[in-house]
């Protein structure tokens, strides 16, 4: 018999269809306040349907054999209003998948993975509304087309079988199809851009890099635009210029696709011309890193450090490196490994027996039917390779890194110098 949620005083619940629900499951919980999420179908005419049926009806609607509508994967988020507003889950649901796909999420195709917020009260429905609008703005700006989240009352909700639920727990190699645009939820406490003219002068294009330029577009008084500055720039090490400006317009010479709508606003330039933007920052640095990366980084590089991909051995870079020197993160030009502490392994890959301090991450990882650590830079939060308990003294570990994510900074002469007297 389908489950109806019944929120009750202390707690409350909203629907969201996502694609499959096990990873919108996973995302949900995470939150701050939120005290359950259940996988279930909502959205579709039949009242007892389960999950082989909604395959199966997805297959006759296909087919054009019948005009039912289906069910869609979704979740049933209950959470305490004390502790997170509605507004934060939906800023929540709009970044974690992309609600611009219809019948579809990511490769999961049909009416089945639809986008959708179901309500029960016109509050909800209210809210939920006045959110789409903020983010399209937001979507639009970053050349997203219109979403087609379907924003419904409640309908015939039903839960999913118990071997869906907390499905990424149970199954931590498990599949989930589940990914943003990238585009952050614009903050009630993020500045809009300065309607007129600051004093502020224009930045002169040619006094900046011709090439390559980031240009960080603030405003007085805002916040996260300090948050920015003493979160990344201050400790700024990365591979390409950057600059910042409170004035809104583009440098002298140069050009933006398109008006920016709020600040902070990093906006990435290439011979004068805007080839990408980052909109908004509240402390998500890893989400920063990974816009600039994927400018910075090559298509290799980028399989490696963000798809947790790995060089054939023999085959990467900074094998034979030997020179006294560090080697850095390729986005971020954080330290993560001295040359004196590298090692020939005979692996492959560059190897080393110790790592800058506080430069690396270690996560758990179950993929490929083994038990391993893997091992993150600290910095950017890339994927660099595993760590083995194979290795040298003093400390016998092995860290047995990528080479193609590596950068290596040679020690100037003068270093070298002081390191020998």
Known sequence: MPNTPTPSTQTDTIVFGMGCFWGAEKRMSEIPGVIDVESGYAGGD???????????????????????????????????????????????????????????????????YRSAIYTHNDA????????????????TQAGYPEITTEIAPLHNYITAEEYHQDYLQKNPNG???????????????????????????????DALNPTRQLVVFESED?????????????????????????????????????????????????????????????????????????????????????????EPAFTGSHLDEKRPGTFVDPITGAAL???????????????????VEGAIT???????????????????GIHLGHVFNDGPPPTYKRYCINGNVLKFVPDSAAAQTNQTE
């Open 46 to 112: 039949d009242e007892n349907a389960g999950y082989e049926a909604v395959l199966g009806l997805e297959k006759e609607i296909r087919y054009g054999k019948t005009d039912k509508r289906n069910h869609a994967e979704v979740i049933k988020v209950t959470f305490d209003p004390n502790k997170v507003d509605l507004k934060t889950l939906l800023a929540h649901f709009w970044e974690n998948h992309n609600p611009t796909q219809g019948d579809r999420q990511g490769n999961d195709v049909g009416s089945n």
């Open 337 to 355: 490994f001295r040359s004196d502490t590298k090692f020939d392994s005979g692996s492959g890959w560059p190897s080393f027996f110790n790592p």
């Open 175 to 205: 599949y989930c199809g589940l990914g943003g645009t990238g585009v952050k939820y614009p903050s009630d406490d993020q500045s809009p851009m300065p309607k007129s003219e600051p004093p502020a002068p224009r930045l002169q294009g």
């Open 222 to 310: 805002c916040a996260f635009c300090q948050q920015f500055k003493t979160e990344i720039l201050n400790d700024w090490q990365a591979d390409v210029a950057v600059t910042t400006t409170l004035n809104p317009n583009p440098p002298e010479g140069w050009a933006l696709e398109k008006a920016l709508f709020a600040t902070p606003t990093i906006v990435l330039f290439e011979n004068g011309q805007e080839v990408s933007r980052f909109t908004g920052y509240n402390g998500d640095k890893a989400r920063f890193w990974k816009w600039i990366g994927y400018r910075l980084l090559t298509p290799d590089q980028r399989r490696i450090a963000f798809e947790q991909g790995t």
């Open 124 to 139: 909800q429905m209210a809210t939920a509304k006045q959110t789409q609008a903020v983010y399209q703005t937001a979507l």
């Open 362 to 380: 270690e996560h758990e990882d179950f993929s490929h039917g083994m038990h391993r650590i893997e091992v993150r830079s600290a910095s950017s």
